[in-house]
């Protein structure tokens, strides 16, 4: 088993194939994210991007190549896979509370079933937690009495309730209704600040802007730039790339 | 018109009160509600394991024709078996499981109840877990990648986050499998077991008269089935109300 001590996430020519070849969701991802980056990926529907995140937890099982997490291989089938993903949180573009629990259950159920914490101690860092994110109030809510920009607040704090080392958003946004993007960007500006690593699909320029460290342009399946967020928007060098910011600023 | 209730009451009498002719109805109703009770039970717990077995390896089926070894064969054989079982339970009459359970099965058996109370909860087990299967197919999938990217593992998934879900979504459906199969429990009478239905018979096999003893076996089944619709009707409102 080979081990890599280089960057917390490190991917080695990852593939992820549909009907044997015929799509090529990833086609060959390298890339290497160091603690404490936040990366920004952008790029046309259908480029991979969602798919890339997701194999990173192995929501999606890659058809071929290498995860490492933290120097581990986390696509060597003997890697406890459960381990490692308590680690990373992650964000949905759809939020997936769980609609029988009240905030509060779904902010501890991961940490108290783990044994990570007492039933007490769980409760008490969610009450902070929620604090942080402003819906103190609503800890014995139920996830259908939240608005859209409340529910992915609550699953921000469900995934860093775990204290993860790495927190993938995918398109934690896409489904909000505008006037709420800015409160669930907040927080993940917040978190930026205080030195959490991050990588984030997202079509939130301004965000990538302001707080990514690197942003990575995928199509088809492939990273064709990766820069500064300031030099990729402004200074684009591929014609696809170009092509795709003349569409979306 | 005074003639006609001195009647009612004559045959009253004969039917249901001469020589205790009502303890065949109490005891029918004891027999018939244990019988359905257990039933429920023994279907609930096969539904459930048949249902988990079958949606995780039909949801899963891509990965796992990849993975290979030993854990993906055993589930794909005993998802095969849960198939079989399935076909063979509802592509039977209930009455003639029924039959070859006690005359073939359990040959040996002295008393009828417990062989009927395992045919009839294999029977329900079939439709309990299509309808459980059914719910689990309509979560979201989006649950099952919440729970597991918290790091639950998929046993961890399905009991805190799908099964809750799941039970809430069926209960009218399962509330409907329930009132047929107490209703079906009216053929115990075929292996000698007194059930209500089969008590009614013995009144009219001493009384000769019919339309008493048959309109008040039908009544008793239609209150016993409007108890039942009631309860789960009480446990539905319940379950919804930690929701709003």
Known sequence: MSVNTKGLIVTEDLKKYYRNGEIKALDG???EIDKGEVVVIVGPSGSGKSTFLRSLNLLEIPTSGKIFFEGVDITDPKTDINMHRRKMGMVFQHFNLFPHLSVMGNITLAPIKHKIQSKDEARENALRLLKRVGLLEKAEAYPSQLSGGQRQRIAIVRALAMNPDVMLFDEPTSALDPEMVGEVLEVMKELAHEGMTMAVVTHEMGFAREVATRAIFMDEGRILEQ??????????????????????? | MGQFFENLKDTFVLNF???????????GIKTTLIVTLCAIVIGVIIGIIVASVRSTYEKNKEEYAKR???GVFLLKVVNGICKVYLTVIRGTPMVVQLLIMYYVVFVSAKNGVPVAIAAFGINSGAYVAEIFRGGIMSI???????????????????????IPQVIKNVLPALCNEFIALLKETSVCGYIAIQDLTKGIYIIIGRTYSYYMPL????AIYLIMVMLLTWLV???????RSSER
């Open chain 2, 140 to 162: 979201d999938h989006g649950q099952f990648e919440a729970g597991r990217s918290l790091g639950l593992n998929y046993f961890q998934t399905m009991v805190h986050i799908i």
């Open chain 2, 215 to 218: 309109l008040v076996l039908a």
């Open chain 1, 227 to 249: 820069n500064t967020p300031q030099e990729l928007f402004s200074n684009p060098q591929h014609p696809r790339l170009k092509d795709f910011l003349s569409k979306v600023l």
């Open chain 2, 68 to 70: 290979g070894g030993f």
């Open chain 2, 233 to 239: 009707g009480k446990l539905e409102r319940r379950l």
């Open chain 1, 29 to 31: 991802i390298n890339i």
């Open chain 2, 17 to 27: 009160i001469q020589e205790d002719r009502w303890k065949f109805v109490t005891e």
